[in-house]
């Protein structure tokens, strides 16, 4: 029996892309996963996920990934569950081998409800098995989530290497804030990576302006 799994990486931050990784294994390679040491991305280190990635590949029967950037996501029609939905649609049509039974990491508060809308934009019917959290529960989206995690972290040290200190991308990050605020003040815009529907940016640019307005007023108080 082929088993699926399919997660993402990457829904929160303002910076960077959402990556979405689908895997196929057999069955009775599951043991074999397990005995690498895979689970939930979030409980492993950088290095370690980073080793896993080629290992966990090789014993699989097919896995497809995808980079969702911040000009896609901000041009989504509705909201980000449903592009979620889209792009998980997406990724699975288009694996060669199709899996018997699929593991989901749900997004939507209802877990049965995301799995099922999942299903009806399927090329093909599996067992759909969604739930939160499956990424620490089912060996398949643990793998998924690796492989995800990893694509991202590649893509965040890129636009590092272009960029300087952005932190991890996410908007509770002090260095990615202080990265934007210093990008706000030196361009007077914020950088093309970043995710333009957050509200975080909205916030940076308010509380930078009345920072300055005060200065002035200050100033203006001083020289009267």
Known sequence: MKLGGIDEAGRGPVIGPLVIAAVVIDEKN???LEALGV???????????????????????????IELS?????????????????????VLNSLKVKPDVLYIDA??????????IIG??????????????????????SAASILAKVTRDKAIEKLKKQYGEIGSGY??????????EDYYKEHGEF??????????????????????????????DFLK
Do not use: C
């Open 30 to 32: 599951l043991s074999k």
């Open 39 to 65: 689970r939930d991305s979030k409980k492993l280190t950088p290095r370690r996920r980073e080793k896993l990635f080629n290992e966990i590949i090789e014993l699989l029967d097919d896995y497809a990934i």
């Open 191 to 220: 950088p093309p990576i970043v995710r333009r529907s957050w509200k975080t940016l909205k916030k940076i640019e308010e509380n930078l302006k009345a920072r300055t307005q005060r200065k002035q007023k200050n100033l203006l």
């Open 120 to 141: 009806k934009g399927l090329n093909f019917s599996p067992k759909i098995i969604a739930e939160h959290k499956a990424d620490a529960k089912y060996l398949p989206v």
């Open 107 to 116: 997004a939507d508060v209802k877990e049965k409800r995301f799995g099922e």
């Open 171 to 180: 908007p509770s990050d002090p260095r990615t804030r202080k990265f934007l």
């Open 70 to 90: 911040p000009e896609q996501i901000d041009e989504r029609e509705g909201t980000m569950n449903e592009f979620e939905i889209e792009n998980f649609v997406r």
